[in-house]
């Protein structure tokens, strides 16, 4: 016992050290902001109801069945080139896994004098972000089983469900529901990847990456198939998930920085 508590008190300079480091310090303050938000929109839920009216267009009800309901449409949904451009967003995160896997089985070829153990690990850290943060945490946990119907689908702008706030599990949405947006999770985790790039081609792909990352939410919002605050939280949740991924594979001596070189 005298050991084990020897061992505890020598490790533990080591495990507060690491919890200095930059990526533990990000993972912190991102999960941090990450539950201030949640407690912001569910606390003012007419933060999402006015973010989403600007993009809902009124219209008189064509039937007498639906007199005195909102009735109306998004009108960026219908646009077809938008449509097309959403698609592309939404599968740019998933092709550019399809890359890094491809190069990561490369690295393993490569076993040896030439094994290169960052670049190896740079990759390991973004598949395995992708694949617990917008994979698992979003799709199959929160979308799942968190019931939030989407914009569209409530009496607010012309369905026939009732608006829940963020986080409530009170929806009547069955499946693939509106809390959080996973498209925004996949552009979370692209704006992400700038961190890896290195020079000088992070120069080039830093603005592309971002404005992607960026726009691939507004778009969901703009459709009416998310509300704010799904495709905040969704977004933040693959930086909360990268960072902690980041601080867990960070060396204590913090000599190597991850890079796809």
Known sequence: MISALRSSVTAAPWRIAA????????????????????LLFSTFPQIDLYASTHFFVREACKTAATLGENC??????????????????????????IVM????????????????????????????????GP????????KEHWGRPRPWQTVDFGGQLDFVQA????????????????EAAGA???????????QPARSALALPL??????APAMRLAFGAHYLSDVTLGWLSS???????????????????????
């Open 135 to 142: 994979g698992l945490l979003v799709n199959l946990v929160l």
């Open 239 to 261: 930086v909360v998930v990268f960072a902690g991924l980041l601080a867990l594979t960070d060396s204590p001596q913090g000599e190597k920085k991850l890079k796809f070189e």
């Open 72 to 97: 109306g449409y998004f009108p960026y949904r219908r646009e077809t080139y938008l449509g097309l451009l959403r698609i592309v967003f939404f599968r740019l995160p998933y092709v550019i896994a």
């Open 19 to 38: 919890l200095e480091t930059v990526p533990a310090r990000a993972f912190i303050a991102m999960l941090c902001l990450w539950w201030l938000l949640l």
């Open 167 to 182: 986080g409530s599990v009170a929806g009547k949405c069955v499946s693939n529901c509106s809390f959080v947006s996973g």
């Open 101 to 132: 896997l491809w190069k990561l089985a490369h690295c393993y070829w490569q076993f040896g004098s030439t094994f290169n153990v960052v670049r190896a690990r740079a990759f390991k850290v973004a598949l395995g972000s992708l694949i617990i």
């Open 188 to 198: 979370g985790w692209l704006f992400c990847l700038i961190v890896f790039v290195p």
């Open 210 to 215: 971002a404005a992607i990352s960026f726009l």
